[in-house]
């Protein structure tokens, strides 16, 4: 018997689904039912039974104000765990290993998780004097710079809702009033990169650049850690900056972005 082609195996059903989910890209945040079923093609009971079975499983959620759908939470999951298995980590080994090559300095990258950063992964110097090596660790995003450098972009009112109510200092760098910050970050964004001027510990500085994806998303940063004494404004300026973005363009520019 003749093997059959693996598209005698498609379930129709499962591919029109499917074809729901792609509708929603880009600047296309929302759509109504009637609009889904001009777009795919299929009679509204369809496009209804469809989307009622993608809201059971929270990979659509309609929005009670417009009644339109949009996608849900778990698309986002699904999203991320890509990034993270199969993205964001796989192409950034590379790049963080030729970036302490070139500075011999500490090497992460992060992601945005809730109010903090996690580190996903890190290539050490083989300095004496380094940086703690903190994969894994849940890190406030606010006064480091792999964080600044993530929430800088974020409008008034998420920044609003994504910041703890009570900012804790952790030195006297430490920046917890909330319109100073907003002020910072917007010196962030418009620079494209950000530093942790001994912000969350005393003696140690940072400085980051964010990774963006395929749409344009920042989903993550890299980021150069040291002790301060090698971390002078000069070299930052002249050698650190530089190299990190530099740096997040090329992850980026592997995870399909372009400018």
Same mark, same amino acid.
């Given at each position: 018997?003749?093997?059959?082609?693996?598209?005698?195996?498609?379930?129709?059903?499962?591919?029109?689904?499917?074809?729901?989910?792609? @509708?929603?890209?880009?600047?296309? !945040? &929302?759509?109504?039912?009637?609009? /889904?079923? +001009?777009?795919? %093609?299929?009679?509204?009971? $369809?496009?209804?039974?469809?989307?009622?079975?993608?809201?059971?499983?929270?990979?659509?959620?309609?929005?009670?104000?417009?009644?339109?759908?949009?996608?849900?939470?778990?698309?986002?999951?699904?999203?991320?765990?890509?990034?993270?298995?199969?993205?964001?980590?796989?192409?950034?080994?590379?790049?963080?290993?030729?970036?302490?090559?070139?500075?011999?300095?500490?090497?992460?990258?992060?992601?945005?998780?809730?109010?903090?950063?996690?580190?996903?992964?890190?290539?050490?110097?083989?300095?004496?004097?380094?940086?703690?090596?903190?994969?894994?660790?849940?890190?406030?995003?606010?006064?480091?710079?792999?964080?600044?450098? @993530?929430?800088?972009?974020?409008? !008034? &009112?998420?920044?609003?809702?994504? /910041?703890? +109510?009570?900012? %804790?200092?952790?030195?006297? $760098?430490?920046?917890?009033?909330?319109?100073?910050?907003?002020?910072?970050?917007?010196?962030?964004?418009?620079?494209?990169?950000?530093?942790?001027?001994?912000?969350?510990?005393?003696?140690?500085?940072?400085?980051?650049?964010?990774?963006?994806?395929?749409?344009?998303?920042?989903?993550?940063?890299?980021?150069?850690?040291?002790?301060?004494?090698?971390?002078?404004?000069?070299?930052?300026?002249?050698?650190?900056?530089?190299?990190?973005?530099?740096?997040?363009?090329?992850?980026?520019?592997?995870?399909?972005?372009?400018?």
């Amino acid at each position: 018997m003749a093997k059959k082609e693996k598209s005698e195996y498609i379930i129709q059903a499962v591919s029109h689904a499917l074809d729901l989910l792609e @509708q929603f890209h880009d600047d296309v !945040d &929302e759509l109504g039912v009637t609009e /889904l079923s +001009k777009r795919l %093609k299929l009679h509204k009971n $369809n496009v209804f039974r469809l989307l009622a079975t993608l809201e059971s499983r929270n990979y659509i959620e309609q929005n009670k104000v417009t009644e339109n759908y949009r996608l849900g939470l778990k698309t986002l999951e699904l999203g991320q765990t890509f990034i993270k298995q199969m993205g964001l980590l796989r192409q950034s080994r590379p790049v963080l290993e030729s970036l302490v090559h070139d500075c011999n300095e500490t090497t992460y990258v992060a992601i945005l998780k809730e109010f903090h950063i996690i580190y996903l992964d890190v290539v050490e110097t083989d300095l004496t004097v380094r940086v703690v090596p903190r994969v894994g660790a849940r890190l406030p995003a606010y006064c480091t710079a792999a964080g600044k450098v @993530q929430i800088a972009y974020m409008t !008034d &009112e998420e920044l609003a809702n994504f /910041l703890p +109510k009570e900012m %804790k200092r952790f030195t006297p $760098n430490t920046i917890i009033d909330r319109e100073e910050l907003k002020k910072h970050l917007a010196l962030v964004a418009t620079q494209g990169y950000a530093i942790d001027n001994e912000e969350l510990d005393v003696g140690v500085k940072c400085v980051g650049a964010p990774i963006r994806d395929y749409t344009r998303r920042i989903i993550g940063a890299v980021s150069i850690s040291g002790p301060s004494m090698r971390f002078t404004d000069e070299r930052l300026e002249k050698e650190l900056i530089p190299m990190v973005i530099q740096a997040s363009e090329e992850i980026s520019s592997k995870l399909g972005y372009h400018k």
